[in-house]
């Protein structure tokens, strides 16, 4: 009698990629997410590294309960562009600054869970910044891990992204350690090419009527040639 044998199939495990809930909890909160992803993203461009927004960050294999999602994170040594999700275990990577847009709401979650959590991901740097100043009176407070602690930042610079930060409003600033410059926000992005295509038109025409006037001069003195002859040396 020859026994048979079964085997259970492998339930694949599945790491969702959305849990329905609100990106942002105001439109001050939002915009502020948005407008550093974007400007994050340009200072990024042409290097080893991503910046994400409001996906789940999932830090322990198998454990598909085990998630977060940052408002925004920066990970270096990485393939550039977007993910669904962002598992730990597959880029080998864990996010080197993260930033939360706070609220009175969230201010016990994301001072004592999310911080607790980050600092033993091994985060970098955690920011959090807090639009309509509920409950940051400065609105922009951050930590940096020494050893394995965070230690609050006193000089409001990100030293993994080499950049100053100051609170501009309900948005963040982001200005070059290397020679100060700005980086700009899409709305400032979309007026500087507005001027600068205003330059290049007004120089076009600029030049058109200078080529015009020249014009105008030879065939006056085409004119007067005809009539009078070479001009005296």
Do not use: C
């Not at 259970?8 to 790491?15: A, L």
């Amino acid at each position: 009698m020859t026994g048979t044998s079964s085997t259970t199939p492998t339930i694949p495990i599945v790491y969702p990629s959305s849990d329905g809930e609100p990106v942002a909890e105001t439109y001050d909160h939002l915009y502020a997410l948005l407008t550093t992803l974007e400007v994050l993203k340009q200072y990024l461009t042409g290097r080893q590294a991503t910046v994400l927004a409001d996906q789940f960050l999932y830090y322990a294999q198998g454990f598909p309960r085990l998630r977060i999602a940052p408002d925004v994170m920066v990970i270096f040594d990485v393939e550039p562009g977007g993910r669904d999700n962002y598992k730990t275990w597959e880029e080998g990577q864990v996010p080197v600054v993260i930033f939360e847009l706070t609220s009175k709401g969230t201010q016990d979650q994301d001072k004592t869970f999310k911080k607790t959590l980050y600092e033993q991901l091994g985060v970098l740097e955690y920011w959090l910044f807090d639009p309509k100043g509920e409950w940051i009176e400065e609105k922009l407070q951050g930590y940096r891990l020494r050893g394995e602690t965070y230690e609050p930042i006193t000089d409001s610079r990100s030293e993994p992204l080499q950049l100053r930060l100051v609170v501009e409003g309900k948005l963040i600033g982001f200005y070059r350690e290397d020679s100060g410059e700005k980086l700009l926000i899409p709305d400032e992005l979309a007026q500087a090419l507005y001027q600068e295509t205003q330059a290049r038109q007004q120089a076009e025409e600029r030049a058109e009527q200078a080529q015009q006037q020249l014009a105008e001069m030879e065939a006056t003195l085409a004119r007067y040639r005809q009539q009078f002859g070479e001009l005296p040396e």
